[in-house]
């Protein structure tokens, strides 16, 4: 019998098919912790044992890898990996797996559903209306405005047909997609600094890079075209929260919608009471189908390496 160390409270949430893979296979699934990535020094306490780990948003660091004794495959239970030091792994020859396209519509969905909210301020009616008042909020329409989409993989090609769908112009960018292939979705490239001046929303789907600071640092976001709307459902270090926050408050900025932050739970930030925000808890790929193709995916690959054969899905 082997272990599988399971952190990510999310993992089979919907599906009992991921846990009868492992079960099945005698990969003997551990059961999340808690509902929050686990600290260092507690991942690092119950990997020993482990000869899998699947994780969400927890911090996989080289020390963490090197208190596993036994560990032979790492499984990111999504598809970004920037949190798992992945060279490390190979360094130790475990492979890291993950679940490519798996919550590419969920997280497009949750994305264009933002933007639909934060622009017609639906939550914020809402939340008035729930405490006795009966305001009547305005905000722009779609059609015609100019959305900026910031990486152009899976998430953001089907963002582009949401908005192409509204009647929205879109510009693109990313460094790793070519021209033709961005104007063959009917998107205009563009580099960062016209996408920001431009866009009426600018919407991110890439990771972060570790150590190297936030994408949309003070002096990007102050280039935003004044009135913008700031959308990132993707990873929290791409933005200058206190910077975002402070341009929320000076009314340079029209609005921010967030579903990714630096530190989460989000605990005491400035977007808390900044005006114009829309916050929510890093569920985009919370859908129903996105869970369940997501837990079979990686539990299918830990199976494998824990057999001795390759994984169908490794990480670069």
């Known amino acids: 019998m082997t272990t599988t160390l399971i952190t990510t409270p999310t993992f089979s949430r919907h599906s009992p098919e991921p846990w009868r893979i492992l079960e099945q296979a005698g990969a ?21 044992a482990a000869d899998a780990l699947v994780v969400g948003m927890d911090a996989v660091t ?75 909020l305005f905000g722009p329409e779609l059609a015609g405005k100019t959305l900026a989409v910031v990486g152009f993989g899976r998430i953001g090609r089907l963002l582009t047909n949401y908005a192409l769908a509204f009647g929205m112009t879109v510009l693109a960018h990313d460094p790793y997609v070519d021209d033709a292939g961005i104007r063959a979705l009917d998107a205009t490239p563009a580099s960062l600094d016209d996408c920001l001046a ?20 003070r002096r990007r976001l102050a280039a935003m075209k004044p009135g913008a709307l700031l959308v990132n459902a993707a990873r929290g270090g791409l933005v200058d929260e206190e910077a975002l926050a402070a341009l929320l408050v000076e009314g ?17 930030s400035p977007l808390r009471t900044a005006p114009n925000v829309l916050l929510t808890s890093h569920m985009a790929a919370c859908s129903h189908e996105a869970n369940r193709t997501m837990g079979a ?3 299918e690959d830990v199976v494998r390496v824990l057999a001795g054969r390759q994984p169908l899905r490794p990480a670069h």
């Open 252 to 268: 340079h900025l029209g609005g921010a919608a967030l579903d990714a932050f630096t530190h989460e739970p989000l605990g005491d």
């Open 62 to 136: 080289a020390d963490v890898i090197d208190s596993a004794g036994r560990l032979k495959v790492i499984a990111k239970h999504g598809v970004g990996v920037d949190t798992i030091d992945v060279a490390a792994a190979r360094a130790r020859g475990i492979p890291v797996v993950c679940a490519p396209g798996s919550n590419s519509r969920a997280v497009a969905e949750f994305t264009f559903g933002l933007i639909l909210d934060a622009n017609r301020r639906i939550t914020a009616s809402h939340q008035r209306v729930a405490h006795g008042e009966w305001p009547k």
């Open 198 to 217: 431009r866009a009426d929303i600018v919407s991110l789907h890439l990771p972060a890079t570790s150590g190297a600071g936030p994408l949309l640092d």
């Open 28 to 48: 003997g699934p551990v059961r999340p912790y808690d509902n929050t990535a686990l600290p260092g020094s507690e991942l690092r306490e119950r990997i020993g």
């Open 297 to 299: 995916m990686i539990a």
